[in-house]
Every structure is written in C-alpha cells, then in structure tokens.
C-alpha cells in the first residue's frame, strides 16, 4: 500500500477520536475522608473514556445496578481495592473504562458502608440517578465504621497531578484473570512468560523492568512490524510506546495493560533496535499444534531481523520531500486538537 494512503488513513482515524473522544475525569475518594465519586455521574458517548482517578483512602469502583446499587453485577467490572496513603497528594493512580455503548452503567465502591454513604456513580443515568443513590443509601447491610465520619466531596486537583500511566490499574472483569508479564530486565531482552493462554475477559498487564522497551501489536507473518504498517485497512494495534527504566531502580515499574477482547491470537514484539530481530516476541493464544505456533513466530523475527521503525514514521527514505507535508499536516492537526 502507497505510504500516503497510510497516512491519510491514520490521519482520518487521528482526527476522528481527535474531535469525538472526551476523557470524563471522576475522583474517588480523597483528602479528609471524602466517600464520594466527583462527579457523581456523567454523560458520555461512544469513544469516550470514564477515568477514576483513585485518591486517598482505600475505595474500588464496582459494577453494580439500579435495582441492586450496592451488590456486585455478576461478570460486573471492578477495579479491586486500590489504598492510596494519606500522605500521597499527587501521581494519584487511575483506571480508564472505556464507553463502547449508550447503556446506563452503574457503580459503587464496596468498601464497608461507602455505598450506602452515597458512595455511587453512574453513566449515561437518564432520570434514574436520584432513584438509584436513593436506593444505595437505603439498602441494607451496613457496618458501621467510626472511622468514617466526613463525606465532604474532595476538589477536583489538577490533570496533572494523576500518575502518567493510566492504564496502571486495570478495571478487569471481576472473573477475568490478570497476566502479568515481565518485560526486560537487567541484561534480558525477553518478555518473561513470552507464551500465553489467556480468556476472553483477561487482562494482560506487562511491567516494564531495565532498560528502554515496547510491547506493541503485530503479526504472525511480519512479526516485527506494528500492526498500523502492515494492514491495509490502518487498521491501528496496541502500542505501549517506550518505557526507560533505569538500572538502579528496584520498584514501581511502568505498566502497561491490555484486554484480551477474543480468543484469536495476539502477536506483539518489542520495537526497540534489534531487539525483535534477537527473538524479543510475544504471543498470546498461539495455537501450539498448527504452523502459527510460538516457536514459528519467534524463529521468523529471527529471521526477517525485524524492522523496528516506530509506526507513525514509516515512510520510505526515497519518499522523503513528499512526506514532509504529510508529517506537517499531521503537526498541524495535533495543534488544532
Ligand atoms: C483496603 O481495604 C480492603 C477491604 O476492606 C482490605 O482488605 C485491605 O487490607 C485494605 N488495604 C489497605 C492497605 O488498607
Ligand atoms: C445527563 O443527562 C440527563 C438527562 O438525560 C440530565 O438530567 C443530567 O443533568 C445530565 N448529567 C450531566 C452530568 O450532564
Ligand atoms: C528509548 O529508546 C527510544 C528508541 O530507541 C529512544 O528514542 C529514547 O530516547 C530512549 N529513551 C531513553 C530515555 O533512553
Ligand atoms: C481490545 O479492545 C480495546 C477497545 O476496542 C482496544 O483498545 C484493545 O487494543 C483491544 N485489545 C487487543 C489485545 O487488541
Ligand atoms: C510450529 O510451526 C512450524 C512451522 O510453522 C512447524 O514446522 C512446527 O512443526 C510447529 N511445531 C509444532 C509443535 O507443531
Ligand atoms: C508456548 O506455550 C505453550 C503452552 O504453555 C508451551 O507448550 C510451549 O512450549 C511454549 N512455547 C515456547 C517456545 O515457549
Ligand atoms: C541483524 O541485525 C544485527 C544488528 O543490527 C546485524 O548485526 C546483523 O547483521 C543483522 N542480520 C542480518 C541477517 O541482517
């Protein structure tokens, strides 16, 4: 496929999220004791991201219902419990829910008597909002805990304080299983495991140990080429982009995290220079009997040596005068948004 095609496609797709994409930021939790969600619901659309930004004390973000505000959704989303100290006042974690319809969706946190506090939220509510905090504070079972005297609703502190990496703290499936998978480390240019089954519903967190490394899609046949450059639909895979992790350091690595949507394969390699063409790959759900096995996988990214151009950058040499403009265009749409 023509270069300019490429882009073209990925610019479309750029500007597309660009204009529709809203990112809702909800605090949980926070300074004082604060047993609330900030806001408490929002209106979002198709595209869009709900981000729980999870701020002092000790609180989860639960699916649940309207009818039930308080009780798991069974298969319901839950982020598990994330405790965030006292002292910490900023580089606050956060977990991203993805919006992939217009369907009310309904929270709580299940620390002891927070739900029925009023600790709930909601997206895409319609009328049913009042109904269903009404019925969080109503219902049953709540142990009472001295601890918890204020339920002042915190400040929305700056954007900027949250931690960079929001993907750190997945929101899985309350039956899914999170994979986690080493990435590096001190003189290994592997992913450790490199081969993995995995469910629909799982999670794949892959934490970034020494030194500077990727993990982003590819394919069985071109293992070392991002996904992006290779469909000819621009069709655009996972990217971590690069993580620099120093030698010294011993503790909270960068995460990464991805879902597994379906039961067909995931390829992924590490973009970083040579390092695919060493046999630094990843796969999930290769199927061990047939051609596209693992080992297969592994001994063509050997053999192609990868190519480990970044896949936003991946025109020709020879193109170069004309791909200038492209790549200005491309600045100038970034300025705009
Ligand atoms: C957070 O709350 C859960 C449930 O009450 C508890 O099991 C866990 O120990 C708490 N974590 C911390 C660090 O307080
Ligand atoms: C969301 O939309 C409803 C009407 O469907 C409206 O009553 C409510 O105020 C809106 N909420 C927010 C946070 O915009
Ligand atoms: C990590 O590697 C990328 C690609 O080689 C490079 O551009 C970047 O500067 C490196 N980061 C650090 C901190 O060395
Ligand atoms: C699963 O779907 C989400 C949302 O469409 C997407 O961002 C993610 O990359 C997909 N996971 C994989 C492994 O392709
Ligand atoms: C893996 O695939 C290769 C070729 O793609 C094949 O030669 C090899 O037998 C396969 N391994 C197994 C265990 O089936
Ligand atoms: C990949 O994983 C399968 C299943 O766990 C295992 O049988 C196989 O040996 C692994 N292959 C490699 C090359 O690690
Ligand atoms: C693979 O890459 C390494 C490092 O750039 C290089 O030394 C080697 O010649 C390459 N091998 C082939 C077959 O191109």
């Known amino acids: 496929m023509h270069y300019l095609a490429?882009?073209?496609?990925?610019?479309?797709?750029?500007?597309?999220?660009?204009?529709?994409?809203?990112?809702?930021?909800?605090?949980?939790?926070?300074?004082?004791?604060?047993?609330?969600?900030?806001?408490?619901?929002?209106?979002?659309?198709?595209?869009?991201?709900?981000?729980?930004?999870?701020?002092?004390?000790?609180?989860?973000?639960?699916?649940?219902?309207?009818?039930?505000?308080?009780?798991?959704?069974?298969?319901?989303?839950?982020?598990?419990?994330?405790?965030?100290?006292?002292?910490?006042?900023?580089?606050?974690?956060?977990?991203?829910l993805p919006i992939k319809d217009l369907n009310p969706k309904w929270f709580y946190c299940r620390q002891a008597n927070h739900c029925q506090l009023g600790m709930v939220f909601a997206v895409n509510p319609g009328s049913n909002l009042a109904q269903f905090q009404a019925a969080a504070k109503s219902s049953g079972a709540a142990t009472t805990t001295g601890a918890l005297t204020t339920t002042t609703a915190p400040s929305t502190t700056a954007p900027s304080s949250d931690a960079t990496n929001t993907a750190s703290i997945p929101i899985i499936p309350t039956n899914g299983v999170n994979h986690k998978i080493i990435v590096g480390g001190l003189n290994i240019i592997a992913f450790s495991p490199s081969n993995i089954s995995a469910a629909v519903g799982d999670t794949i967190t892959f934490e970034f140990h020494q030194k500077n490394h990727t993990v982003t899609a590819s394919s069985f046949d071109t293992p070392c080429r991002a996904l992006s450059s290779t469909s000819t639909t621009g069709q655009l895979g996972f990217d971590s982009g690069f993580n620099f992790v120093d030698a010294s350091v011993t503790s909270n690595f960068p995460t990464f995290t991805i879902a597994v949507n379906d039961t067909n394969p995931i390829w992924a390699y590490c973009r970083q220079v040579n390092h695919c063409g060493q046999g630094m790959v990843f796969a999930v759900n290769a199927v061990e009997s047939g051609s596209k096995n693992f080992s297969a996988f592994q001994a063509l990214a050997k053999q192609q040596n990868g190519t480990t151009i970044p896949p936003t950058s991946n025109a020709p040499a020879a193109h170069a005068t004309s791909y200038v403009p492209a790549l200005l265009a491309f600045f100038t749409l970034v300025l705009l948004v």
């Open 6 to 96: 490429v882009i073209s496609t990925f610019l479309l797709a750029v500007s597309h999220t660009a204009v529709a994409a809203t990112i809702f930021r909800v605090v949980v939790g926070g300074p004082d004791g604060a047993v609330t969600f900030n806001p408490s619901s929002v209106n979002a659309t198709i595209g869009d991201t709900v981000r729980f930004v999870f701020q002092q004390k000790n609180h989860t973000v639960t699916q649940s219902s309207l009818e039930t505000p308080c009780s798991p959704l069974p298969d319901g989303l839950d982020s598990g419990f994330i405790p965030v100290a006292a002292t910490q006042t900023d580089n606050f974690p956060s977990a991203d």
